[in-house]
């Protein structure tokens, strides 16, 4: 099962089979192995679900410390189609001041092809 960092159960993860590699505040990955309910109606990987695999990567990121942070702005670019049936999306802190957390994320697949390229901003609300 996928818990966040307060260890509370991720169910939206745990229903796309979303898996966190491995997550500190400066890096982290996240994987997930594909099957045919991931798949939109023209037999690719769906958006929505790269989307959402790079959202949990940044997710994992910026809460892999004490702090507790929420996502303020998100944008995904589509680069490439999705080749085989894994892929990883791998968050970078590329900045951070005492409030706000900068992270771009990478999506590949097992070829090592940039599919998707997310940038998001996240909000630091506690200690």
């Known amino acids: ?3 966040n960092s307060t260890g509370e159960l991720d169910l939206f993860a745990e229903l ?3 898996e966190t590699m491995h997550s500190s505040f400066e890096r982290s990955a996240c994987r997930i192995h594909i ?4 798949r939109n109606a023209l ?5 929505g679900l790269i989307f959402s695999l790079a959202d949990m990567a940044f997710a994992a990121a910026c809460n892999a410390g004490s702090a507790v942070y929420i996502g303020l702005q998100a944008e995904v670019r589509y680069m490439s189609k999705a080749q085989g049936n ?5 968050a970078t802190l590329m900045g951070a001041s005492k409030k ?3 992270y771009q994320v990478l999506v590949t697949d097992k070829r090592d092809t940039q599919i998707a390229l997310f940038s998001a ?3 630091r609300l506690s200690e």
């Open 1 to 3: 099962m996928q818990a």
């Open 16 to 18: 796309l089979g979303v």
């Open 35 to 38: 099957a045919e309910q991931h």
């Open 43 to 47: 037999g690719g990987i769906h958006g």
């Open 86 to 90: 894994v892929l990883i999306a791998t």
């Open 100 to 102: 706000i957390a900068h």
């Open 121 to 123: 901003s996240a909000y």
